[in-house]
């Protein structure tokens, strides 16, 4: 995405881990774009992460 709100300060070693995101990160950001992403999509993948990292907690 070329836009000035995605700009980050990195070093070099980082700039070049992020440059090879594609596939998942690529879709990623496509749905990012949409409001239905972020009021729906994204707060169910905050509960469900938190829910898996509760029964791993548990079980270990």
Known sequence: MNDKTNLVAACRH???MK???TGLWY???LLGQHQLYWKIIYPLTLVITTILLGVIIYYL
């Open 14 to 16: 980082c700039n070049r």
């Open 19 to 21: 440059s090879s995101k």
């Open 27 to 29: 879709v990623r950001g």
